[in-house]
């Protein structure tokens, strides 16, 4: 059967795949072979740039470009050239070095030292820079552009619905009102440091040989400032950040440390998913139609807020998916051992995920209008709200027992306004005029604090 979008195992290269395919040049296969090539291609160049590495003389002008063009020009068809070579040594990184020798056949200068092409280097250097790079690429090229559309639409809908007053909800009940605006930007705030959180992370490379001592590379050069060079190649040549410190593998916490800081933007997302689903529930919330959709197979009138559920989903499984690669990576036994090595091949399928969660929410939030008259609904039959600020001003004065009035008035009853105001009216003596008839223009609308100015505040800094 061929591999097509209707017979792929996973929804991500199935189902999904039109949402998912810009990760495939970071982190299929063919992308972790071209990471292995930009390596091993860098590595002969830096050599090349080094006194210290004699029989490596400076590159030509001509087979500098031939480097650049092996990395730059890398195709699917070469990668297969790799495979087939795997075929034989069963090893991967070994196949990537012989496919490389094979093609600077055709540049004798190249040819001529093409035995050090992996110089000195185990597997896992080269595997830890590629998997660095792979990261690096497709979290710039797709995923952080993706988490930062998904802050600035909140943001933007936060600055959209800012003075919209609104019930609150907490514990489930009716409490004191705020704006849509600003609990909204509640989520944008939230999402936004842990962006800045991920996007912190320094992408980690070790480049020390077989145990992290630097043995092959003193055996040859003796007298060569290993630890130094290798630090340039990894900070300069790769741009990548050094860890010297390593066994035969980097240890791999930074890609836990990533990924832990992705996971918490995605449990943020969830919280967001569930709330608007839940505005969406009580009519907040309306989704725009379009024509020929369906919402339920046999309810003709439903539109299910389907983008949600399928954010809240993804999110679930994304983090599933990084929660085991965080706990995993950062063990292993000894020196090295190899059950990191079919675990990082899954580096993308979290973030795959991912992607489908921020897509899917972001599609949910293009389609949402307010529903002004449902909120004000809600809010027009809670007056018992404004118990708090009313006992507020009556602790200020020292009005006794104000709480257990309050609490008396309105605890399990349904207060209308000329309840409430029958209530302030007669405060006056113990209450200020003033404050009096302050108090009798209060409405569940009008109070709602600082909300306004809170999400104006953050969706600027947010959007």
Request: glycine fraction near 6%; aromatic fraction near 8%; charged fraction near 25%.
């Amino acid at each position: 059967m061929p591999l097509t979008s209707l017979t792929a195992v996973t929804p991500i290269d199935g189902r999904y795949a039109r949402l998912t395919a810009p990760l495939r040049m970071s982190f299929s296969e063919h992308g972790l072979i071209r990471a292995r090539i930009e390596v091993e291609a860098r590595w002969l160049a830096f050599l090349a740039s080094r006194d210290e590495v004699p029989e490596v003389p400076p590159l030509s002008e001509e087979a500098a470009k031939f480097l650049d063009d092996v990395v730059d020009k890398w195709s699917v068809d070469d990668s297969q050239l790799v495979k087939d070579v795997e075929r034989t040594t069963n090893h991967d990184v070994k196949a990537v070095e012989y496919v490389l020798k094979q093609k600077f056949a055709d540049l004798p200068e190249l040819a001529a030292c093409s035995e050090f092409v992996h110089f000195a280097c185990t597997s896992e250097d080269i595997n830890n820079l590629s998997h660095a790079i792979m990261l690096r690429d497709g979290l710039t090229g797709t995923v952080f552009p993706l988490m930062e559309d998904v802050v600035s639409t909140i943001a933007e809908l936060a600055e959209k619905t800012a003075a919209v007053p609104m019930l609150s909800r907490t514990h489930g009940q009716s409490a004191s009102p705020t704006t849509l605006g600003k609990e909204l930007a509640v989520f944008a705030d939230r999402l936004s440091r842990q962006l800045a959180q991920a996007k912190a992370v320094p992408l980690r490379g070790k480049f020390a040989g077989a145990v992290g001592n630097y043995n092959a590379h003193l055996s040859a050069y003796p007298n060569a400032d290993w630890e130094a060079m290798n630090q340039a190649f990894v900070t300069e040549s790769l741009k990548l950040d050094w860890n010297g410190v390593v066994t035969q593998i980097e240890p791999h916490d930074y890609i836990a440390e990533l990924f832990h800081a992705v996971m918490r933007f995605n449990t943020i997302l969830l919280d967001f998913d569930r709330d608007v689903w839940g505005y969406v529930m009580h009519g907040y919330f309306g989704q725009k139609l379009k024509d020929g959709e369906i919402g339920s197979s046999t309810m003709p009138h439903k539109v299910n807020p389907i983008d949600f559920e399928n954010s809240e989903g993804n999110v679930g499984i994304a983090n599933a998916i990084m929660a085991h690669l965080a706990d995993k990576l950062a063990v292993s036994r000894f020196q090295r051992d190899l059950s990191d090595s079919t675990v990082l091949r899954n580096l993308g399928v979290g973030l795959g995920h991912s992607v489908l969660a921020y897509a899917s929410a972001l599609k949910g939030c293009g389609k949402l209008t307010v529903n002004n008259e449902r909120i004000d609904e809600d809010l027009d039959a809670a007056w018992e709200v404004l118990a708090e600020p009313i006992q507020t001003v009556m602790r200020r004065h020292a009005v006794e027992n104000p709480y257990e009035k309050l609490k008396a008035l309105t605890r399990g009853r349904s207060i209308t306004k000329e309840d409430l105001q029958t209530f302030v009216a007669s405060l006056e003596g113990e209450v200020p005029e003033e404050d009096v008839k302050r108090m009798l223009d209060w409405t569940p609308r009008s109070y709602v604090g600082t909300a306004e100015h809170i999400a104006r505040k953050v969706a600027e800094e947010c959007k």
